[in-house]
T-cell receptor, first 112, second 116 residues
Framework: GESVGLHLPTLSVQEGDNSIINCAYS??????FIWYKQESGKGPQFIID?????DKRQGQRVTVLLNKTVKHLSLQIAATQPGDSAVYFC???????????FGTGTRLQVTL | ETGVTQTPRHLVMGMTNKKSLKCEQH?????MYWYKQSAKKPLELMFV???????ENNSVPSRFSPECPNSSHLFLHLHTLQPEDSALYLC???????????????FGDGTRLSIL
């Protein structure tokens, strides 16, 4: 079946460094992708999204890159801060369906 | 403040109890969702409501019964649950536009459910 997965379950970075969280997807029909951040005791929080007609989108300190050729999505966080410590999920959707498929998540740990 | 409020935040119940989870969204969205989040598993979609009509039931056992009285409120009625139903139950909402559209879902902080 179709799946969305993450390469690394845990990522540890030093404060101030850049973080890169990766996501692989298998549904070639997926045309919309979202990154969520989930802090302990809270629900997933929308970070940034990207449509398949783009290969890069930037937000505040975050950049999402989409490589449709290899079905790969990444989230880059610049100047990582302790408040960035959380679990990050990618999600994808194919076509007009409202259903999102989520990956298992990557835990980002920021060390001082 | 996410715009999606879930109550209660924590719930402990026995297998024979009946309880309900409540979700309210203040974002003016027209679609609402229930998800189950278990440890080390991806988020599992349970139910989808568009314009108060259920459009998806992802093979959820009948001991979970959703209700959507209007586009701002969503309930999940629980009855005769099993220990494996212990999880974080998340509600989300989104604006579904014509021909699907691409709008993100916004989540509440969930109800942590423990079945004794």
């Amino acid at each position: 079946g179709e799946s969305v997965g993450l390469h690394l379950p845990t990522l540890s970075v030093q404060e101030g460094d850049n973080s890169i969280i990766n996501c692989a997807y298998s549904n070639s029909a997926s045309d919309y992708f979202i990154w969520y951040k989930q802090e302990s005791g809270k629900g997933p929080q929308f970070i940034i999204d990207i449509r398949s007609n783009m290969d890069k989108r930037q937000g505040q300190r975050v950049t999402v890159l989409l490589n449709k050729t290899v079905k790969h999505l990444s989230l880059q966080i610049a100047a990582t801060q302790p408040g960035d410590s959380a679990v990050y999920f990618c999600a994808e959707r194919a076509g007009t369906a409202s259903k999102l498929t989520f990956g298992t998540g990557t835990r980002l740990q920021v060390t001082l | 403040e996410t715009g999606v409020t879930q109550t209660p935040r924590h719930l402990v119940m026995g297998m024979t109890n009946k309880k309900s989870l409540k979700c309210e969204q203040h974002l003016g969205h027209n679609a609402m969702y229930w998800y189950k989040q278990s440890a080390k598993k991806p988020l599992e979609l349970m139910f989808v409501y568009n314009f108060k009509e259920q459009t998806e039931n992802n093979s959820v056992p009948s001991r979970f019964s959703p209700e959507c009285p209007n586009s701002s409120h969503l309930f999940l009625h629980l009855h005769t649950l099993q220990p494996e139903d212990s999880a974080l139950y998340l509600c989300a909402s989104s604006q579904v536009q014509g021909r699907g559209g691409n709008q993100p879902q916004h989540f509440g902080d969930g109800t942590r459910l423990s079945i004794l």
